[in-house]
Every structure is written in structure tokens, then in C-alpha cells.
């Protein structure tokens, strides 16, 4: 059951309903979506397919079945979605407005297991089905083996990168396979195709969908009626040294083709730098994509490219972007979708600390670059998807899913027109069901190093009294390229710390992302520089303007380059404000990120490699100022963190250790990058509020308990 409180605890936030993006159907009646929900009593997740009416803003429940997965729109009301069996597939269909809902059919069984499901209608009254699954080496759908595993468990490897996010590399890859779905004789139901499956990458050499560098997730691939566009690396370049995205194209009729056309690479002139997306338009002729100019420019800004003329490769080219006051948009794209009629382009971006939508309208042209303008139409929260509500030519309304620091599910309608918003469904009502509002949030700027304007955020208690004093909890974020947004997080969740008696702080330092490209930038080779002094600053501004924190009573988390913050605080002046550190898989040693699965990353970062410019990474490496360290720290690492290794968390707790500091360790074996799991992660916030709030003097939230693993004195007999 989920727990209802007048105040947010960590309970809450692990029990609360989490709500998955919404997608409408073609034509804007229902809205479909996922619901997970976490009991603490019975240990289990409840998971539930449900559908909202977009008139009376109601929602019916379409499946509790915890093996059905993946729903999306079929045609009309009908819904296509993915059953998991223990080794296998089916993929079933039902309608979301009609009696038949109760007695939905199976369309076919696949071998093995597949996710990422796609459809879309075909001229010839066929339904692509497209999806992706693990592939063998011969470009077979990997069924899993029922043989015993062999008696040996090693891996090798010459060339090829040894491991990503939390899985090592096989020779088993994910690739895209389509197939068709074929009206019965009566026309009221489909079947798969008798046909079979079509490997669409077999031979090529390319994998995808693949992990994106920053988070882990797997990016996602389009479907057209004209074929399939993908990303997949480039498989001669090893992931060592360079982790660049390419746009790929495989052109279809009727997706009965066997073998599928040879993909095709798309050249964009003038860049070399990483794909991010890559859409088709709505008629199939034509694709927008999010691209990087130069592949060494790991801070570079995604632009927009159209190709006009996709059969033939032509008619490529870029937007120049300007804002509403005519002056360059220096955002970074993350998202992109085309209008109906092909007339605009919306995408979302990073803008000040918001995820905005933005429209940007565009004319085909011959030109090489051609100007356009971006207008925002959100302003507030993050957007996390969009659709436009029907397939009608013209429609211009946008169906969005959001959340904010406060409300983690919004739905609501943009208007693109007027620009104006109406919420259709808010998951906690603004917060108020989990105990939280939007009073308790504000922001504010101060100078940074270099007398810049820095940003942060400031996170209230809902009991905050003015005239009462309350400790700082300063959360650092990761990246360096990334940034505390007015977003929800299951988490770092700022809300979480502040319900606990804390005034929390947010600072979006250099090298955060929605400041512009010089800003984010800026942090190449200042990761404890330039980065580090804002930080500074923001201490200093908080003790000079908010007379409510407690500045003696103040603590300091942060995680990956939070973490590695942490570390390099640890060795600063700065770690005398502090009464404690949390740091959560960070670096400790930046020649050890040669062992990270994005190496390469880090020399771009310090001008070069490790043995080419010594002393610009021994610059700002935290293990040189261990000798320093003095504040009690909480170090948090998990094994199957393969972005910072577990020696980086290993090594910080034992010079703690080794220096007589108060220290714990906290490990989770099976988590990767970050903590997933949710009893895993009630066990972290547990444990990292029991101990800031141990000694920052909090009385009134959790309490620290004694360490789970911690061998018993005097548990081994001397055996005299």
C-alpha cells in the first residue's frame, strides 16, 4: 500500500505511485499509461496499465497484470502491448472503449525476450511491427540457452571496450527486428505474419538500440511507413576512445523485405559529432535530427538538422536557431518531433534550470542553413515527452508529460497557438496528497568565479518558520554537464532533505547545462576550479543573505561528480563548513577513470591523456589533498557501478580509515550508476539522512542505525 502522510518521508517517496509518460491516441480521446506502486508490508510492486479520458479527465484501470508491458496505440482504441513469460514474448491486443477490453487476444509468441515495441499502419492495411531484441552472432534472435551454463566464465577481450554502465560487453547485441501483422479473413482481428522475422541490422556490423553515455538508457529508434531510423556506433571505433553516434537509415514498403536493405549512414556536411535523436516526418519523406558539430566537443550543443529530401540523401540542412528577441538560442535541443503538416518542429531543452517546450516553424530549403525562431510553451517544470493530441493535418495542441520539484506527474494540454496550458491530471495534486507545495520552493543567483551569474535553487521545509534557523544541506549535481532542475527525482530528491528539518541548496555551478555553451563549457580542465569556487560563493551567499540556515550546523552531499566534488571539498578550506560529507560513486582518483566505461571522456575534459598533460590532471585530483581531510564522511559505492569504479568509494573510506576520521561505507552489490532498487534505495535514504542528521543535531528525523555488515567485536575466540 502506499503511504499517505501530512509529511514527505522517504517512505512516501518510496511507496508513492510512480506514473509513467502519457501517450494520446490519434484521435485525442484516451491517453495511455503505466502506474507502479511499492508496498513496505508485503515487499512488492503492484503494476497497472491504465487509461485516462481525455474529456473527463478519469482514469480506468485496462491491466494489473505484472507481465504486461510496453502498452501502446494500435488504431483507433485498440491497444498493442508486450506479455513476459519466462523465456519468451507474446504480444496481445485489446480495445481501451469497448467490451472487448475484457477479452483481449493473442496476436502471436515470440522466442525470446524483446522490448521496445513499435507499430504503424501501412498502405497495403498491413501493421509494421518493429522491435528490439538480443541478436546472436549470426544475426539471429537470441533465444535463451536451456543447455547448462559452460564450466568456464571467462571473458576476453583485444579491441573491443570491456563494459558499459552495468553490463560487461558479449558478443550478443542488441539489434532491430521487424515483422507485419495481417488482418484475419473477417477483419476484426490480426495475426503475425507467417513470414517471419527480419533481422533489419544482419551483416551490418551495428548495434542498437545502444546505452546512452550519460544515463544508461537505451536510446530509442523511429519507424516510418517508408522504414526505420536508428543510431548505432560506429562499430570500427573503439568505445575507448571515442563513444560517437551516427544516424542510420533502412528504407521499406512494406516491411515484408528479406534481407532488409543494407543501412544506410547519413552524412551530415560540416559535422562530425554525435547523433541524439532522428525523426521522421510525418509522411515519411523527409527527417529532423539533433546533432553535435564537432566530435571532440564533448560540451557541444546539439543543433538542428533537417534532411528534406530522406530517399535521396538531399536538401540537408541546419537551422539557425534565434529566441523570441532575435538573438542566437544558445540551448541544447534533448528532444524533437515534427508538426502534422510538416510546417514546425517542436523540441524540448534545457532553458534556466526548466525543461521547456519550445515550437520552432521551419520552410524547406535548398539553402544550407536557414534561420528560424524558437518560442517557448512551457515555462515551468521539466517536460518529459510530448505528443501532439491528434493526427489531424492541422492540429496544434500538444498533450505533455511533466513533473516539478514538487509534483512527480503532471498531464497537461499546450495550446501552440495561444501558448496557453490546462492540466488535465496531476498524480499528487501539486504535491499536496505527499505533503509538499510549491511555496517551499524558490531560486536565486549570485556571483561566481568569475563574477558571473550563477544559479540555484532553494528547497523549504513545509514547516519553515521565518524566524527560526535550520541547517544547510548543499546537494552538488553530477555531470559536470548537468544540473539541478525543477524536475522530480526518486532519488536525490531535494524535497526528501528538507522535510527533514533542512533548508536545501541546489547550485548549478560551471559546466551546468540551460546557462548556454560558454557557461556549461567552461568547467573543461576547472573541475576544481572554476566549479569548485561557485560553489564556495554559494556558501558564502547563503550565510550572508538567509538569516534562517544554520551555518554551523551545515553538511555536504553529492554523487558521480557531485561525488567527486565531495572529495576534492574534502581536501578544501571549504570542508571546515562543513559537519559532515556524503559522497555517493564518486571519484577519488582521477587517473583511476581510466578504468570507467567512458574513459574517454575525462581526457577531453584535462586537455589530453594522462601521460601527454600530467599536470593538468594532477591539478585538480583529489587523492593529492587527502593528507587534509579531516571532516567525518559517509562513503556510498555500488558494484556494479562501471561509470566510477568501487575501488574510487573503497579508497575514500579507508584513507577515512586510515586517518582516524568517522566514516561508514555503504554498498550495494547489485546497483549500478545509481540505486534503483526501492527497498535499496529506503536503506540509502535512511541511512544518509540518519547520519547528516546525526551530526548536523536534526532530532526530529531519522535516526542513524548501527551498520548491517559490521563484523561483531570480540565475535572470534582467541582459543587459548
Same mark, same amino acid.
Given at each position: ?26 484521435? $485525442?480521446?484516451?491517453?495511455?499509461? /503505466? ?41 483507433? %482504441? ?30 502471436? /509468441? ?10 504503424? &499502419? ?33 571473458? !576476453? ?21 521487424? /515483422? ?36 544508461? +538508457? ?8 517508408? $522504414? ?62 539533433? =546533432? ?44 524533437? *518531433? ?5 510546417? @514546425? ?19 524547406? &530549403? ?36 511533466? /513533473? ?18 490546462? =492540466? ?18 524558490? !531560486? ?56 527533514? $528539518? ?15 555553451? +560558454? ?6 580542465? +576547472? ?15 547563503? +550565510? ?7 551555518? %554551523? ?17 574534502? $581536501? ?89 576520521? *568517522? ?6 552489490? %547489485? ?38 555488515? @559490521? ?8 582459543? !587459548?
Amino acid at each position: 500500500m502506499t503511504i499517505r502522510s501530512t509529511r514527505f518521508t522517504p517512505e512516501v517517496l518510496i511507496t508513492a505511485p510512480r506514473r509513467s509518460n502519457a501517450i494520446p491516441n490519434a484521435n $485525442g480521446t484516451y491517453a495511455l499509461y /503505466t502506474v507502479s506502486s511499492y508496498s513496505l508490508e508485503s515487499h512488492t510492486e503492484t503494476n497497472e496499465i491504465r487509461v485516462l479520458s481525455l474529456k473527463t479527465g478519469l482514469s480506468t484501470l485496462f491491466s494489473d497484470d505484472p507481465s504486461n508491458k510496453e502498452p501502446t496505440w494500435l488504431l483507433g %482504441d485498440q491497444i498493442i502491448w508486450l506479455r513476459r513469460r519466462e523465456s519468451a514474448t507474446e504480444i496481445w491486443i485489446g480495445s481501451a472503449g469497448h467490451a472487448e477490453a475484457k477479452n483481449p487476444y493473442l496476436v502471436g /509468441t515470440i522466442s525470446a525476450p524483446i522490448f521496445n515495441l513499435k507499430v504503424k &499502419s501501412l498502405q497495403n492495411h498491413s501493421i509494421a511491427v518493429v522491435f528490439s531484441g538480443k541478436a546472436t552472432p549470426e544475426g539471429e534472435l537470441h533465444i535463451l540457452p536451456t543447455e547448462p551454463k559452460p564450466g568456464s566464465t571467462a571473458r !576476453e577481450y583485444e579491441t573491443a571496450s570491456v563494459r558499459f554502465w552495468d553490463t560487461y560487453w558479449t558478443d550478443f547485441r542488441n539489434s532491430i527486428f521487424y /515483422t507485419t501483422l495481417q488482418s484475419s479473413v473477417h477483419g476484426k482481428r490480426y495475426n503475425l505474419s507467417a513470414k517471419g522475422l527480419v533481422n533489419a541490422l544482419k551483416g551490418s556490423g551495428l548495434e542498437s538500440p545502444f546505452p546512452d553515455a550519460a544515463s544508461g +538508457e537505451y536510446r530509442e529508434f523511429d519507424v516510418s511507413a517508408t $522504414g526505420i531510423l536508428f543510431q548505432a556506433l560506429d562499430p570500427d571505433v573503439n568505445l575507448a576512445l571515442h563513444f560517437n553516434a551516427t544516424l542510420y537509415h533502412i528504407p521499406l514498403s512494406d516491411f515484408d523485405e528479406n534481407p532488409a536493405p543494407k543501412p544506410t549512414k547519413i552524412h551530415v556536411p560540416n559535422y562530425s559529432g554525435s547523433v541524439s535523436s532522428g525523426v521522421f516526418s510525418p509522411d515519411g519523406k523527409a527527417a529532423a535530427l539533433l =546533432i553535435i558539430e564537432r566530435a571532440d566537443d564533448r560540451y557541444g550543443s546539439n543543433e538542428v538538422v533537417v534532411i528534406g529530401d530522406l530517399a535521396n540523401y538531399q536538401n540537408i540542412f541546419k537551422l539557425n536557431i534565434m529566441n523570441g528577441n532575435r538573438e542566437p538560442w544558445d540551448l541544447s535541443p534533448e528532444s524533437i *518531433r515534427w508538426c502534422n503538416n510538416c510546417t @514546425e518542429l517542436y523540441v524540448t531543452a534545457e532553458d534556466k534550470a526548466r525543461t521547456k517546450l519550445f515550437k520552432i516553424p521551419i520552410e524547406f &530549403s535548398s539553402e544550407n542553413t536557414i534561420d528560424a525562431q524558437a518560442t517557448e510553451l512551457t515555462f515551468d517544470g521539466a517536460v518529459c515527452d510530448f505528443h501532439l493530441l491528434t493526427d489531424i493535418l492541422m492540429e496544434k495542441r500538444i498533450f505533455v508529460s511533466k /513533473t516539478t520539484l514538487v509534483d512527480h506527474s503532471i498531464f497537461s494540454l499546450v495550446d501552440s497557438v495561444s501558448g496557453t496550458s490546462s =492540466i488535465i491530471s496531476s498524480l499528487s495534486k501539486s504535491g499536496v496528497k505527499i505533503g509538499l507545495s510549491s511555496s517551499q520552493v524558490s !531560486e536565486f543567483y549570485y556571483k561566481g568565479a568569475h563574477d558571473h551569474d550563477v544559479h540555484a535553487w532553494i528547497v523549504k521545509p513545509s514547516f519553515f518558520r521565518p524566524d527560526k534557523t535550520y541547517p544547510l544541506a548543499l546537494l552538488i549535481h553530477g555531470g559536470p554537464r548537468g544540473s539541478w532542475a525543477d524536475a522530480w527525482g526518486t532519488q536525490w530528491n531535494p524535497a526528501v532533505f528538507a522535510e527533514q $528539518g533542512y533548508i536545501v541548496v541546489c547550485p548549478n555551478p560551471t559546466g551546468s547545462v540551460g546557462f548556454g555553451y +560558454e557557461f556549461s563549457a567552461a568547467v573543461k580542465g +576547472e573541475w576544481g576550479g572554476k566549479a569548485y569556487i561557485d560553489i564556495v560563493k554559494c556558501v558564502e551567499h547563503i +550565510e550572508s543573505n538567509f538569516s534562517f540556515v544554520d551555518m %554551523d550546523r551545515a553538511c555536504c552531499l553529492g554523487a558521480s561528480y557531485g561525488g567527486y566534488m565531495i572529495n576534492w571539498i574534502a $581536501g578544501q578550506p571549504l570542508a571546515k563548513r562543513f559537519k559532515t560529507l556524503v559522497v555517493h560513486d564518486g571519484v577519488w582518483s582521477l587517473g583511476a577513470m581510466y578504468a570507467s566505461d567512458i574513459s574517454a571522456a575525462v581526457r577531453y575534459d584535462f586537455f589530453g591523456q594522462l601521460w601527454e598533460n600530467p599536470a593538468q590532471w594532477e591539478k585538480h585530483d583529489p587523492c593529492r589533498y587527502t593528507g587534509n581531510w579531516t571532516t567525518p564522511m559517509l562513503v556510498i559505492h555500488s558494484s556494479r557501478d562501471y561509470r566510477c569504479n568501487i575501488n574510487q568509494g573503497l579508497a575514500a573510506y579507508n584513507i577515512c580509515q586510515q586517518r582516524g576520521i *568517522r566514516c561508514r561505507f555503504l554498498n550495494f552489490p %547489485d546497483e549500478p550508476h545509481v540505486v534503483l532498487g526501492r527497498e535499496n534505495s529506503l536503506h540509502w535514504h535512511r541511512t544518509v539522512l540518519g547520519w547528516i542528521n546525526e551530526f548536523t543535531g536534526v532530532q526530529s528525523g531519522v535516526s542513524l542505525e548501527p551498520p548491517v555488515s @559490521e563484523p561483531r567485536k570480540g565475535a572470534v575466540e582467541s582459543g !587459548e
